[in-house]
């Protein structure tokens, strides 16, 4: 391993040379954009970088990784800052360098159902130039992420359960190494078996071993027929019990999303949300018949009214079908309009389907003993859960981070995972040992052939 030492600063004539590969347009040591790149949207306390550098082109993220490089000088990498764990924000000052500026679409391989990309450009963005052509890229993180976070957490989502996470959808990458080389990783065949698979390795590896700069993804076709399905349950067993009987049924959702009865009442709260302020799945399901998707859910219904549920609601509208899935999206408008003037501390962790019961009763056991409010939503469907504590003050922040801590250990105790979509960044580095034991020794041995001197994204993963 290597010895982490002191890391370089951007001095003055750092920064001219910085500007000299940059352009003087293209970097900014000003405090006020120093601090908007500080911190994502995450509870975590930000970090100041010695200076803002808005990338144009590969060669200029080589050309600064080598200057870097040459100097020890931190890199952190920047998409949009839509990160909840910390993942980008620079925790040893040095360089934070902005992809914001490289979101173009490279080229459409519509007819290969492909994409190649620049990192900066953002997923919604993205898919409204796809849809002429009758093509999206399916993970959905809800936000406006970009493409190039996206791949550095392997973000996921709402339709993970039948299209998989970031990482299922990226074929190749174009990648700049700490030493500034520039190579290209995988290819554009949906199959490849030759050779270690290092477009995947980088993918979730938070900016810690490589930067991309060009992203070839899978896309899939825009189905015509979409039914959401909404099943409400007295019981949180029940509702928990519909989970794993969908996903069982041989169906196929395209969303499977479960919220409780107290974040069903925290929806409520946003404008034209009028939801059962009890345990319910949201579903949705894609066909390229009607009539497949009016069997479906005849069987959806039967299933989920064999196990409880109090209703099953279904819509074909494609305007109330986007409705439910907005208040989905916008929990957090609706958070804040419900606990003004408080922070939130979420949680993410995932296990496997058949253990979703255990680690929700665990949970709720929890919420019991603290009497404090926590909200609970997740894709269900991929084994995945959400929580959202409020606090107020240094007090109650021990007692949610205590009973996060709690969660995590569960989640990992069921053969889960201490993070299903938002990446270990500075949030869950204190779980990484336990999750993944003598494997976290290798993974910080790849880290150091890939990035010798410890510069991409320090303190993250693998914490001080």
């Not at 910085?18 to 347009?25: R, V």
């Not at 490289?102 to 519509?110: R, S």
């Not at 938070?206 to 899939?220: F, I």
């Not at 389907?353 to 997740?378: K, T, V």
């Amino acid at each position: 391993m290597i010895a982490r030492g002191t890391f370089g600063i951007v001095d003055a004539a750092i920064a001219e040379r910085i500007a000299a590969i940059a352009g003087a347009d293209n970097c900014s040591r000003a405090r006020a954009e120093r601090e908007l790149h500080s911190v994502d949207q995450s509870m975590h306390p930000p970090s100041l970088p010695d200076i803002v550098v808005w990338a144009r082109s590969a060669a200029q993220v080589s050309e600064i990784m080598r200057l870097a490089n040459a100097n020890r000088i931190p890199v952190t990498a920047w998409g949009v800052g839509t990160s909840i764990e910390g993942n980008p924000i620079p925790l040893h000052g040095g360089i934070l360098l902005s992809f914001e500026r490289m979101n173009e679409i490279v080229a459409i391989h519509d007819e290969d159902f492909q994409v190649t990309v620049q990192p900066g450009i953002g997923y919604k963005d993205l898919n409204e130039t796809l849809a002429r052509y009758g093509l999206f890229f399916p993970p959905d993180p809800g936000a406006n992420a970009t493409i190039g976070g996206m791949i550095a957490n392997n973000a996921a989502g709402i339709r993970t359960v039948k299209y998989g996470a970031t990482r299922d959808n990226v074929l190749a990458l174009q990648i700049v190494l700490a030493d500034g080389r520039i190579i290209r990783t995988g290819s554009r065949s949906v199959k490849q078996s030759s050779g270690y698979d290092l477009a995947h390795l980088i993918t979730g590896s938070e900016g810690t071993l490589a930067l991309v700069t060009e992203a070839t993804l899978k896309l899939a076709p825009i189905t015509q027929h979409n039914i959401a399905v909404q099943a409400v349950f007295d019981q949180v067993a029940d509702a928990v019990d519909a989970v794993v009987a969908v996903r069982g049924s041989g169906l196929d959702p395209v969303a499977l999303e479960f919220i409780d009865s107290h974040m069903a009442a925290m929806m409520n709260s946003s404008p034209n949300v009028s939801l059962a302020e009890s345990p319910q799945l949201f579903m949705e399901f894609h066909a390229a018949h009607a009539e497949t998707l009016e069997r479906t859910m005849a069987f959806i219904r039967e299933i989920c009214q064999d196990l409880g549920a109090t209703q099953v609601l279904a819509t074909a509208d494609n305007k109330e079908r986007l409705a439910l899935w907005y208040a989905r999206h916008h929990v957090f408008e609706s958070f804040q309009r419900l606990h003004p003037g408080q922070r939130a501390y979420l949680n993410d962790v995932a296990v496997p389907i058949s253990a979703y019961p255990d680690l929700i009763a665990c949970i709720d056991e929890l919420r019991i003993e603290s009497g404090l409010p926590a909200y609970l939503l997740g894709h269900a469907g991929d084994g995945n859960i959400h929580i959202i504590f409020p606090f107020d003050d240094e007090a109650e922040y021990r007692i949610v981070d205590a009973m996060n801590a709690r969660v995590v250990e569960k989640a990992i105790e069921l053969g889960g995972t201490a993070t299903g979509e938002h990446g270990v960044g500075m949030g869950k580095v204190d779980f990484m040992a336990a999750e993944h034991g003598e494997a976290l020794e290798l993974m910080r041995q790849i880290k150091d052939v890939f990035d010798p001197r410890g510069i991409l994204n320090p303190g993250k993963i693998f914490g001080a």
